[in-house]
């Protein structure tokens, strides 16, 4: 069965320093990630993906994810982290494997960011 | 740029009431997506559809229904609102196809009180 899990309900960070969110997830086929990051009261606004090609992705706002096949993980990265980047972030995952309706995305349960000044 | 826009941001209504969740998108998509989000619980799907006139059961369909008449718009339905129905409900979009089209394209969230 596909899943994604994010370990980590909160992460604390101050500003300034690098940040990480993690995410791990179990597909049959080939793997397509994606992270998307919620404001308070928002949508979800997309951040970066991989689909295939270059393991380290660039997306908005200075954020980088590393695919790692090996170790089924696609954690999110920031060198510097801004007062801003508070909020939730959430790693998503569609297997290749599966079209039609088996094809949706499949959410982690988000990770809060809390980045103090 | 994509634009999905949800008809409203608050909503409170009683138990026992119908209750009609609008989306709106803009950028021609073929798949629309209804989820609700519930702290700890994460996006869970509710309904999707892939065309007008189709729909499909998320993980989650029971006490909801949709509707799809035009291709831009999907529309939630709570036939008889219960208070567990209390959530954020949140509609997106995508293009319907290959890996490029997979992303999700998302409203800005019905925050649903049932009282």
């Known amino acids: 069965a596909q899943s994604v899990a994010q370990p980590e309900d909160q992460v604390n960070v101050a500003e300034g320093n690098p940040l990480t969110v993690k995410c791990t997830y179990s597909?049959?086929?080939?793997?397509?990630l994606f992270w998307y990051v919620q404001y308070p009261n928002r949508g979800l606004q997309f951040l970066l993906k991989?689909?295939?090609?270059?393991?380290l992705v660039k997306g908005s706002y200075g954020f980088e994810a590393e695919f790692n096949k090996s170790q089924t993980s696609f954690h999110l990265k920031k060198p510097s982290a801004l007062v801003s980047d508070s909020a939730l972030y959430f790693c998503?995952?569609?297997?290749?494997?599966?079209?039609?309706?088996?094809?949706?995305?499949?959410f982690g349960k988000g990770t809060k960011l809390s980045v103090k000044p | 740029d994509v634009k999905v826009t949800q008809s409203s941001r608050y909503l409170v209504k009683r138990t026992g009431e119908k209750v009609f969740l609008e989306c709106v998108q803009d950028?021609?998509?073929?798949?629309m997506f209804w989820y609700r989000q519930d702290p700890g619980l994460g996006l869970r799907l509710i309904y999707f559809?892939?065309?007008?006139?189709?729909?499909e059961k998320g993980d989650i369909p029971e006490g909801y229904s949709v509707s799809r008449e035009k291709k831009e718009r999907f529309s939630l339905i709570l036939e008889s609102a219960s208070t567990n129905q209390t959530s954020m409900y949140l509609c997106?979009?995508?293009?319907?196809?290959?890996?490029?089209?997979?992303?999700?394209?998302f409203g800005p969230g019905t925050r649903l009180t049932v009282t």
């Open positions: 997106a979009s995508s293009l319907y196809g290959g890996p490029p089209s997979y992303e999700q394209y």
């Open positions: 597909v049959s086929g080939n793997p397509y």
């Open positions: 991989y689909i295939t090609g270059d393991n």
């Open positions: 998503a995952v569609r297997d290749g494997n599966y079209g039609g309706s088996q094809g949706n995305l499949i």
């Open positions: 950028m021609d998509h073929e798949n």
């Open positions: 559809s892939y065309d007008v006139k189709m729909k």
